[in-house]
Structure formats: structure tokens, C-alpha cells
């Protein structure tokens, strides 16, 4: 393929589509043809037949359009056999036009234009760090206008019908060549319950470097999971890594000055077969899909049936079904134990392995793998098991590692940099914020204004997407400003004007301090300490605020900001149950850390309500005002006795979990912020 972006021979059926699209879009959203607009209209998730493939075509003003293909707009003129074979001896290749300037990435012009995703995603963009070095013009970063599960039709509007179909096509063969799914023959899928048959979806996305440069297209066949059945499957649910174990690994790697690395393995859950006691799973791939196949593998011309469609079984563990990711951490983690590696017992996402005396520690989280270990033999090592085993696998090195979608920066000695720099930048384009503001929300967080208008359905959705994608960034990098967050998502379910001009209050901070990340590091010793602390009565049910900040010294591994399920009857009781609630994740780390091999120590948990500390030492009330506190709140006296916890006084002004329960102002807003984040 050339620089110009020409249209390899066998993409001469899209184009055909191509036509059928209509030029005008309004910003940000794809504009179809009349044709087209037709074929979307009958979209269904009910497989195919003859008769739903047929759907009365509006006509344009100068001709009547043809019959469409229902989930592209292909003109269904022609056999999937017969476009398969076409494709293959067409020798002359069709110019592509792009749909707006280009931009040059690794040979290709792929053009960029916005398009109307599918909902959101919490899980952000990848990141977009500048590369190291640089590689001149040729290689120009995309940072903003990149796509993310676009289909079929919509690839071939944004980046060309070449692009679109290499990506779809490696995507299949590649789903054949493992076997994920064999063709069922016409005569026997006319004894398949209907109802049994799955839909699918071929999706496309840009995938990117770590440098955030577009290097591919890259496709992606997703089953339609939601229509199975759940009570079919037990224990499907597949564990991830906790972020506050991944931070903790992370602090440590940079206090050790380890070498590391991150990983993905290339179609990883394929590489895990359904199990034979499982209900059996059908889907249909439509009419492109099975054209494809047929290029792909012309011996696919006996599964495809009357209306163009194909019907496979599937024995692989298919993106999209709900079993798929279980069975994908029961495969990866058999063979991390077969290889030497030892299951962390408090995460059973985490692994170690001892490399010639060295501990070599591997995350996991689904198909990414964080791996370190001050010897950089280990992660060689690893590197070449995980590929004999599985394929290809895609490493990267160095001090700045993309991992998901966070920047992980080790350049500095002894601390980790980590940021989420594109995914604030998308929140603050977003939100249309102009001016910032010097603190995420004003002293008036928590009263509501009864008589302020509700917002409107839409409004609601947008606020309510909004919120979410702030929880996600404060649950990781920014915890300043989980505490509005927090109470905003309390508001989610009727949200008012006021509600909206919070949540503006919170991304205008964002656009002040964007360039603010969490640093993290250990102290002198391998020790979690835990600041809790609670702000009474402030909820307008009556209800307490608690708030807490877990770290190993600089740094929050992690922070939690939340109301009280309990009406209390004083301070000293909201404090007590503030602590009582975050002891045990104190005890949890503790235990956490203890299992990768450092040396228990006590943890401590820092209080500044000398009342407090007095009923969590004596185990049991203390006056009169005390009696009505429930046993459950002492649970913590136990954990002192046996030497797992020391509690200590922390003064008011260096409490660091002030910052979570408090709508803070000023300095001391500054100088807390400064202390969670261990920045300047």
C-alpha cells in the first residue's frame, strides 16, 4: 500500500457501501445516505433471515436505492462467495478518498474525523506521552481525535477501505487459524433453537504506541454475551488486580530500583478453550463476515445459507462472552504457577517468582502484565515463556511505561510518576470549562438547595456519564478531588441545576491543575500507615462523612471518601466509625505486604480525635454517652492486643484524610493536596 492510501483489490465491494453514505455530518456524528439510513433503521439483534435482510429502501431524489445489507448498508446484490471471490482476482487498486486532512503514521494516511462512539467507557484512552527522542514529522502523534470501537462501516468512513479491511480480515484468519470457532453446515443448523444462536459484532480501533503514536487498525470480533443466559454458568466473575495492590508494587519497584516492563498478549483469551461440561454456544456471523471468511478460507462456502449468513460453534473463549474472562485467568494462571511462579494470597491477581535469588514480581490484569525485578534477566525470562506459550507478545521498557491507560514514570530515583494526562484532557474538552478554579469545591459542598430545578432526562445522562469518568480518575491518580466527586455521585439519581454547577466546579479545578499526578514512594521502612478521620453530621439525612488515606510514606495508595451508613450521635462516634470502617483495609495491606515477602510489622493508624483513641484501646465504651455504640465499631481493640496495629494522634492540621472529608479552602487545601499527592 502506498502513501496515498490506496484501496488494496479485494475492497471493491465496500466501496460500493462507501457510496451509499451521504457527505454532510454534523460535528462529531456520521451522517448516512438515505440507503444507509434504511439498512441502520432494520438493525436488529435477532439473527438474520432472508426476510429481515430485506428492508423497504427509502429512495434518494435522483434514484431508487438498492436492497441493503442490515448491518453495513452492502448492497445485497451479490453472493458472500461470490464477493470473496471477486476480491481475490481484481488486480487494479481503487483510490480511497480521504475523509479530511491526513496525517502520516508509519507509511499510512489514515484520516481523522470524529465519530458518535457507542456510550462511554470507563476503562479511558491509552495515554499520550511524547516519545523519547522523537521520530520527526512521519511519525506525528494523534492525541485527540482518535476512534474507539467503530464498526465496519464507520472504519471505512474514517480511515479507509484498505485500513478497514486488512484489519478485519487479520482478524478472522485469526480466529480460524486458532480454531475459536467451526462452521455448522446449513442442514444442521436447521435443527438450532433460534433463540440459541447468538448475534456478533466486528469492531475496529486505533491501536497505539506507547508514545501514543497510531501505528494499526486493529479489529476485534465481539460476541453477543448479553443474550446468553446467566444461570447457565456459576462463578464466571474473573478477578483483576486491585489498584491499591498494583500501587503498592509499584512504590516498591521504584524504592528497589527495579528493572520492569509491561506486556499484552496478542488475542489472549483464544488461548483458552471452553470447557466440555459448558453449555454450547452458537453464533451467527452476518453476510461481510462470512464474505470474509470465504477470502479468508474458500472451503467456508459450504456454512454459508440461503440469506448469506454463516453459523458457527464456538470452542474458544470469545470476546464478549460472559465466560470468556474466567476462563482466560484460569489458563494464564495455571501456567504462571506451572512456571515457578507463587499466587499472592491477599491478591490472587499479583505473582512472584524467585529469579536466581531475586524476586520477580508479576500483575496481572486480564491480557496487561506489569512485570519487575532488579535483575533484567527475569523479565527476559518471562518474556520468552509467555511467548513459546502463547505467540506474540508486545513488550515494553524503559523508565516510562503506558500501563492501563496510566503513565507510569520511574525517572526519578526512588518515586513513580503516575499520571492520566489524556484522560483529563478529554474531561475538561468535555465539560467546555474555560476558567479554573484553586480548589474542586466550594465550603457549601454538602447543603442542597430543595428548590433548585431538576435537570433534564438528557442533561441527567450526560451528568451522570460525567461523574463517572471523574470517580474513575479519582479512584486512581486524583484523589483532591474524590471527596465532590463522592457526594456528587450521591446525586446522580435526580440531579439538579446546583448539582451541574458542582460538578463544573470540579473540572475547572481540573483545568487549573492538569498537570498535577500522583507520586509515590516508600518510607524507611515497609510499612502501611492509615489516616481516618470523619466529619459529623454534614449529609442532609444527618449522616457523617468518612474519609481515609492509606500510604507506605509519600504518596495515597489509595483513598476512600465516603458517607456513613449510620446516624451517629457524636463526633467522637463518626470517628470511631471512620476507623473501625478503614481498619481493615489497613489489616488487609498489611497482610498483603507480609505475603510478598517483607518483614510484618505493626500498622498504623493515625486518629485526631483523642476520644476516640481512648474507646478504640479500651475496647468497649467509656461513658454513658458511649453505651448505645454498637460491638462491631471495637472490632479494632483485638488487632491492637495482638501487635498487628498501633494506634497513634495525628494533630488536626496534618491529617491527611481532612482533605477527603472537608470541602477545604486555601492553604490548608494546598498543603493537604500536596501531602496525598507528594507533589509540590
Not at 167 to 187: C, D, N, T, Y
Not at 483 to 509: G, I, M
Not at 648 to 673: I, N, S, V, Y
Request: aromatic share 8%; hydrophobic share 40%.
Amino acid at each position: 500500500m502506498d502513501d496515498e492510501g490506496v484501496a488494496t483489490a479485494e475492497s471493491q465491494e465496500f466501496l460500493r457501501m462507501r457510496e451509499l453514505y451521504g457527505a454532510g455530518r454534523r460535528a462529531g456524528e456520521l451522517t448516512l445516505g438515505t440507503a444507509a439510513q434504511s439498512a441502520v433503521a432494520a438493525r436488529s439483534d435477532e439473527p438474520t433471515t432472508p426476510e429481515a435482510e430485506q428492508p423497504a429502501a427509502l429512495p434518494s431524489e435522483q434514484e431508487e436505492a438498492e436492497p441493503v445489507d442490515s448491518e453495513l448498508g452492502v448492497p445485497d446484490t451479490e453472493h458472500p462467495a461470490q464477493a470473496a471471490e471477486r476480491w481475490e482476482a481484481a488486480e487494479q487498486p481503487l483510490q480511497v478518498e480521504a475523509a479530511e486532512q491526513p496525517l502520516q503514521v508509519d507509511a499510512r494516511v489514515l484520516p481523522i474525523v470524529p465519530v458518535q462512539t457507542h456510550g462511554y467507557s470507563l476503562r479511558p484512552p491509552r495515554s499520550t506521552t511524547a516519545e523519547p527522542g522523537g521520530r520527526g514529522v512521519a511519525r506525528a502523534l494523534i492525541t485527540e481525535r482518535h476512534v474507539y470501537n467503530m464498526t465496519v462501516a464507520e472504519a471505512i468512513e474514517k480511515r479507509g477501505t484498505t485500513l478497514a479491511m486488512e484489519a478485519s480480515k487479520a482478524e478472522l484468519r485469526q480466529l480460524h487459524e486458532r480454531k475459536a470457532f467451526v462452521g455448522i453446515k446449513p442442514s444442521a443448523v436447521k435443527k438450532l433453537p433460534r433463540a440459541k444462536i447468538l448475534p456478533c459484532k466486528l469492531f475496529l480501533k486505533d491501536k497505539k504506541s506507547p508514545s501514543g503514536v497510531i501505528e494499526k487498525l486493529k479489529a476485534r470480533l465481539v460476541a453477543g454475551g448479553h443474550r446468553q443466559d446467566y444461570a447457565d454458568y456459576e462463578g464466571v466473575a474473573s478477578p483483576t488486580v486491585a489498584t491499591t495492590s498494583l500501587f503498592t508494587v509499584l512504590a516498591i519497584s521504584a524504592k528497589q530500583g527495579r528493572k520492569r516492563m509491561t506486556t499484552d498478549i496478542t488475542g489472549a483469551y483464544l488461548n483458552a478453550r471452553r470447557k466440555s461440561d459448558m453449555e454450547r454456544v452458537y453464533m451467527r456471523l452476518n453476510k461481510v463476515n462470512t464474505a470474509i471468511m470465504c477470502a479468508v478460507d474458500p472451503s467456508w462456502r459450504e456454512f454459508i445459507l440461503d440469506d448469506g449468513s454463516s453459523v458457527v460453534e464456538v470452542l474458544r473463549a470469545l470476546y464478549g462472552l460472559i465466560e470468556s474472562a474466567k476462563l482466560w485467568y484460569e489458563e494464564i494462571s495455571s501456567y504462571l504457577v506451572e512456571l515457578g511462579f507463587v499466587k499472592n494470597t491477599y491478591d490472587e491477581c499479583v505473582f512472584n517468582y524467585d529469579y536466581k535469588g531475586k524476586q520477580c514480581t508479576l500483575v496481572l490484569y486480564v491480557d496487561d502484565y506489569f512485570i519487575d525485578c532488579v535483575d533484567g534477566g527475569a523479565l527476559d525470562f518471562v518474556e520468552a515463556a509467555l511467548a513459546k506459550k502463547y505467540g506474540a507478545v508486545t513488550r515494553h521498557d524503559g523508565d516510562v511505561l503506558p500501563f492501563l491507560s496510566m503513565d507510569l514514570d520511574f525517572t526519578t530515583s526512588g518515586v513513580v510518576r503516575i499520571s492520566m494526562p489524556a484522560y483529563v484532557d478529554e474531561i475538561i474538552k468535555e465539560s467546555g470549562v474555560t476558567s479554573a478554579k484553586p480548589t474542586p469545591a466550594s465550603a457549601h459542598l454538602f447543603e442542597v438547595d430543595g428548590d433548585s430545578p431538576l435537570l433534564s432526562v438528557e442533561d441527567a445522562r450526560i451528568f451522570h456519564s460525567r461523574v463517572a469518568k471523574l470517580l474513575y480518575l479519582a479512584k486512581r491518580t486524583r484523589v483532591d478531588i474524590l471527596l465532590p466527586v463522592n457526594f456528587l455521585c450521591t446525586r446522580v439519581q435526580s440531579p439538579t441545576e446546583e448539582d451541574r454547577w458542582k460538578l463544573a466546579r470540579v473540572c475547572r479545578y481540573l483545568l487549573g491543575t492538569r498537570s498535577l499526578s500522583l507520586n509515590l514512594g516508600v518510607g524507611s521502612e515497609y510499612v502501611f500507615t492509615m489516616y481516618a478521620d470523619a466529619s459529623f453530621g454534614v449529609h442532609l439525612d444527618r449522616r457523617s462523612h468518612s474519609g481515609s488515606v492509606l500510604t507506605l510514606g509519600y504518596g495515597v495508595i489509595s483513598g476512600k471518601s465516603t458517607k456513613q451508613h449510620i446516624v451517629t450521635k457524636s463526633s467522637t462516634e463518626a470517628e470511631l466509625v471512620a476507623s473501625s470502617d478503614s481498619g481493615g483495609e489497613l489489616i488487609h495491606y498489611g497482610n498483603f505486604l507480609s505475603a510478598q515477602g517483607y518483614t510484618k510489622k505493626p500498622s498504623i493508624l493515625y486518629q485526631d480525635n483523642m476520644s476516640t483513641i481512648q474507646l478504640l484501646k479500651n475496647g468497649r465504651a467509656s461513658s454513658d454517652r458511649t453505651k448505645h455504640v454498637d460491638i462491631r465499631y471495637f472490632w479494632l481493640r483485638d488487632r491492637i492486643a495482638t501487635g498487628d496495629l498501633k494506634v497513634e494522634h495525628m494533630p488536626t492540621g496534618d491529617m491527611w484524610a481532612d482533605l477527603l472529608t472537608k470541602p477545604l479552602q486555601g492553604e490548608l487545601f494546598q498543603k493537604l493536596r500536596n501531602l496525598v499527592l507528594n507533589c509540590s
